[in-house]
Nanobody, 119 residues
Framework: QVQLVESGGGLVQAGGSLRLSCAASGRTFSSYKVGWFRQTPGKQRELVAAITSGGSTNYADSVKGRFAISRDSAKNTMYLQMNSLKPEDTAVYYC?????????????WGQGTQVTVSS
């Protein structure tokens, strides 16, 4: 099993930056795909960014060029650097891990951290 804990959320002004962290424990997830999701009340949870064990990344169109996902295997931690934040980025952000080899299913989830962007 993998336990995930997010941190780094908060209140920022539009145009500002924030860096989210996700610390994993229980088992190493260095070989897993990991990702960041976000959810706003009344809206479906969406994938923001993901990275494979090999370093391949993908991003939602809405955050391309502004957000960057990374991981540190030695620390069993992943990050989401968020720049040029917009009010529409306001959401609860969750980190997740996908242990599957040939399917896409995020089995492990953190509790989330609130990001609020003011205008």
């Amino acid at each position: 099993q993998v336990q995930l804990v997010e941190s780094g959320g908060g209140l920022v002004q539009a145009g500002g930056s924030l860096r989210l962290s996700c610390a994993a424990s229980g088992r190493t997830f260095s070989s897993y795909k990991v990702g960041w999701f976000r959810q706003t009340p009344g809206k479906q949870r969406e994938l923001v960014a993901a990275i494979t064990s090999g370093g391949s990344t993908n991003y939602a169109d809405s955050v391309k060029g502004r957000f960057a996902i990374s991981r540190d295997s030695a620390k069993n931690t992943m990050y989401l650097q968020m720049n040029s934040l917009k009010p529409e980025d306001t959401a609860v952000y969750y980190c997740a891990a996908d242990p599957n080899l040939r399917t896409v299913y995020y089995a492990y989830w953190g509790q989330g951290t609130q990001v609020t962007v003011s205008s």
